[in-house]
């Protein structure tokens, strides 16, 4: 069992830019989660994917974030056009049943600049 | 929509002596998960315990265990005998009530004084 892995760790772009970063999550877990993490701030929810399906967006998740799980294995997450609000750390996690514990990996850190 | 507060944004303690973080959460659901995750500095979050609301019993993983205070909607997480390693942010967090996405407090900062 390797964990959850995220790719790059650290991202740092132009505004206005284009950014996708990729999750890796634990072989036998179904389920696929994104979270968006400010300094001082808890997790907060982006989406979730069961399988290869996208059952859940957040409010947060704006018409330039996009994300996708085409096999049910790896997801990625993209933004377009970003802003300098966008700067956070991007958490990724999985799970492998309804009971809601997750297991998260690393993070990307994006900086805009 | 489910709310989670964590009222105390940093603690210390002495090591070896225990400490009490504080979590309260709101919701008008009877069936869901409350968790504790700690998240050390530039390292990634992991999950500390878990409790499910329909069990009454107060769940416990070794040095770690929690206050499940359904009717006040409470609950905090005690460590016993704090270690070094144990210094880190701690965050709360609920699921359930058909969100699939966990909703986290602020968290507050464990310190462990030497």
């Known amino acids: 069992d390797t964990g959850v892995s995220q790719n790059p760790r650290h991202k740092i772009t132009k505004r206005g830019q284009n950014v996708t970063f990729r999750c890796d999550p634990i072989?036998?877990?179904?389920?696929l989660y994104w979270y968006r993490q400010t300094l001082g701030q808890g997790p907060e929810f982006l989406t979730y994917f069961q399988n290869e399906a996208q059952l859940e967006k957040s409010r947060l998740l704006s018409d330039r974030f996009s994300a996708e799980r085409p096999k049910g294995s790896f997801s990625t997450l993209e933004i377009q056009r970003t802003e300098q609000g966008d700067s956070a750390m991007y958490l990724c996690a999985s799970s492998p049943s309804t009971n809601y514990e997750q297991y998260f990996g690393p993070g990307t850190r994006l900086t805009v600049t | 929509a489910q709310t989670v507060t964590q009222s105390q944004p940093e603690m210390s303690v002495q090591e070896a002596e225990t400490v009490t973080l504080s979590c309260t959460y709101d919701?008008?659901?009877?069936?869901?998960?409350l968790f504790w995750y700690k998240q050390p500095p530039s390292r990634q979050m992991i999950l500390v315990i878990r409790?499910?609301?329909?069990?009454?019993q107060n769940a416990t993983e070794n040095r770690f265990s929690v206050n499940f205070q359904k009717a006040a909607k409470s609950f905090s997480l005690k460590i016993s005998d704090s270690q070094l390693g144990d210094a880190a942010m701690y965050f709360c967090a609920y699921g359930g009530g058909g969100a699939d996405g966990l909703t986290f407090g602020k968290g507050t900062h464990l310190i462990i004084q030497p």
């Open positions: 919701t008008s659901e009877s069936d869901y998960y």
């Open positions: 409790q499910e609301a329909y069990k009454q």
């Open positions: 072989s036998e877990h179904n389920r």
